[in-house]
């Protein structure tokens, strides 16, 4: 099982960035996935979730209106679009897989962690 991230960097307050997450290892569409982040110093949260089939997404109130996440499950592939960054959106970005799909707000519900990808906004 992988889960790559990619699409981190240095970008200014009001930018956009575009993370993606390819799964490989595990059928892809049978799995929620999510992105979460942790900032220097504190602990991870959650961020973002999506359903099986696309059908349903999540958001955390700080990110909502400003990020969209979606997947490609024919390029089993999920992604994090980030519109309107703020300083405070710097953080390690995480994707994450959840079989299940009930708790899509709670990391420890998830099945498989990708390596992060470093998101830096500077003001």
């Known amino acids: 099982v992988q889960l790559q991230a990619s699409g981190g960097g240095l970008v200014q307050a009001g930018g956009s960035l575009r993370l993606s997450c390819a799964a490989s290892g595990f059928t892809f569409s049978r799995y929620f996935m999510g992105w979460f982040r942790q900032a220097p110093g504190k602990a991870r949260e959650f961020v973002a979730a999506?359903?099986?089939?696309?059908?349903?997404?999540y958001y955390a109130d700080s990110v909502k209106g400003r990020f969209t996440i979606s997947r490609d499950n024919a390029k089993n592939t999920v992604y994090l679009q980030m519109n309107s960054l703020k300083p405070e959106d710097t953080a390690v970005y995480y994707c994450?897989?959840?079989?299940?799909?009930?708790?899509?707000?709670?990391?420890?519900?998830?099945?498989?962690w990708g390596q992060g990808t470093l998101v830096t906004v500077s003001s």
């Open positions: 999506i359903s099986w089939s696309g059908g349903r997404t």
């Open positions: 994450a897989a959840d079989q299940d799909g009930n708790r899509w707000y709670w990391q420890t519900a998830y099945d498989y």
